[in-house]
């Protein structure tokens, strides 16, 4: 394999930085414009002007783990609240893409917003994952507990709140919870709030392996009923995900749905770094662009038209090159992605399918292409963990494999 080196003598000084772990918006856009610093980041702020424009009800997008959906997410709800944390939103976006489009940006800060993830909620039974569940509402309503002191809510609401805060609520309260806060949001703003929930599936695919998914699902389902169908309150609706979860109850019954996986065209660069981003952002950290090994390394997400990289090794790649003081690439070049876990479900399906699934990993381990039916629809029952077109599916969605047609 080529050995290729690049000089650190301009790294010394103005040393460029990257958000290597940053999920939140303003925390990576305030290392950005701090004095002194060269922060590096992808400008994807055309999602939100893709999105607002698209006009679909509820959103739901999957993409592969480590694929910025988090940082995404609080893109959109630092753009959308005029606050988040008692922090102002004003000025954020300032000198990215989406500050060209006047008309879009008159949205900015005009919505109350409620963002949730579910992708710490992995417990081992679902007693231990509804403690996780309760854990993050509470975040959730200390982060609105300005509602508290609004005298557009009633005692009754406020004191129904303190339950969450106090983590004191019923399960079916908690069903209903991120229902509740939007009509508070709604009460004391008179405005629709849009609802961003990340990580829908992490906690189904989990319960589906640890062995407690009907409870899981059930509590979900009502969850997500309560909070996308029906929904006065409701202006928008984005969720993210890694799989898109069908015939279990959790977003079927939704008729104003629009879902886009891997496979779809829309929202197709987005997330994931395409090839000129890539260059740029090389060129920015003063390393070699378009060098093979790195297409070889982490090149080869096909989403729509776009073949990605993936956004967490690339930053995890040059952070490491930036931090060795030779400024070697070709220590850095190491399988970051592989190495955040998630593989639970993945591994699952292999014990449980080995001898029917053997040729087609071998050839794929050969760098072998191998032909197979794949269906989008994840069911989590019996048939998914005896049935090799769900496996392929799941590899696919996942991120493993590739689509070549």
Do not use: C
Not at 128 to 151: P, Q, Y
Not at 245 to 256: E, M, P
Not at 319 to 348: C, F, R
Not at 363 to 391: A, G, H, V
Request: aromatic content about 12%; cysteine-free.
């Amino acid at each position: 394999m080529k050995k290729f080196v690049t000089s650190n003598s301009s790294l010394v000084t103005n040393r460029p930085m990257l958000p290597n772990g940053i999920d939140n918006f303003h925390d990576l856009i305030t290392h950005r414009n701090k004095e002194g610093n060269h922060y590096l980041f992808v400008d994807k702020s055309l999602f939100i002007q893709e999105l607002l424009n698209a006009g679909d009800k509820i959103t739901l997008i999957t993409r592969p783990r480590r694929f910025g959906k988090t940082l995404t997410l609080s893109m959109l709800q630092h753009f959308l609240a005029s606050e988040v944390n008692g922090q102002s939103t004003k000025g954020l976006f300032d000198g990215l893409k989406i500050s060209q489009y006047p008309q879009v940006m008159e949205d900015q800060g005009q919505y109350p917003v409620i963002f949730l993830t579910l992708k710490r909620v992995k417990g081992g039974n679902f007693e231990k994952a509804f403690e996780e569940i309760k854990e993050e509402i509470t975040k959730l309503f200390e982060t609105h507990d300005f509602l508290l002191k609004s005298d557009k809510i009633s005692e009754a609401q406020k004191d129904r709140y303190n339950l969450y805060i106090r983590q004191k609520a019923t399960e079916a309260q908690y069903e209903s919870s991120l229902a509740f806060l939007s009509r508070l949001l709604y009460q004391h703003t008179g405005q629709k709030a849009y609802i961003l929930l990340d990580e829908y599936d992490t906690p189904i695919n989990n319960a589906y392996v640890k062995g407690y998914y009907e409870r899981s699902r059930d509590f979900f389902a009502a969850m997500f009923g309560e909070t996308f169908k029906g929904n006065k309150a409701l202006e928008r609706g984005l969720i993210t995900g890694i799989l898109k979860i069908a015939k279990a109850g959790l977003l079927s019954d939704l008729n104003n749905l629009k879902i886009y996986t891997t496979l779809s065209h829309k929202y197709a660069n987005s997330f994931g770094f395409t090839q000129e981003e890539t260059d740029d952002l090389l060129d920015r950290a003063g390393l070699p662009k378009k060098a093979h090994e790195l297409k070889e390394m982490y090149n080869g997400y096909q989403i729509g038209e776009y073949t990605l990289y993936n956004p967490f090794s690339m930053v995890s790649f040059i952070s490491e090159v930036l931090d060795d003081p030779k400024g070697n690439m070709q220590d850095a070049l190491k399988p970051y992605w592989i190495n955040t876990g998630g593989t639970h479900l993945i591994g699952y399906l292999i014990e449980n399918n080995l001898t029917k699934l053997q040729r087609g990993i071998t050839s794929l381990l050969d760098n072998k292409p191998i032909q197979t039916s794949i269906n989008e629809n994840i069911t989590f029952d019996p048939q998914l963990t005896y049935n090799t077109i769900s496996f392929w599916s799941v590899l696919l969605l996942s991120g493993y494999v590739k689509s070549l047609a």
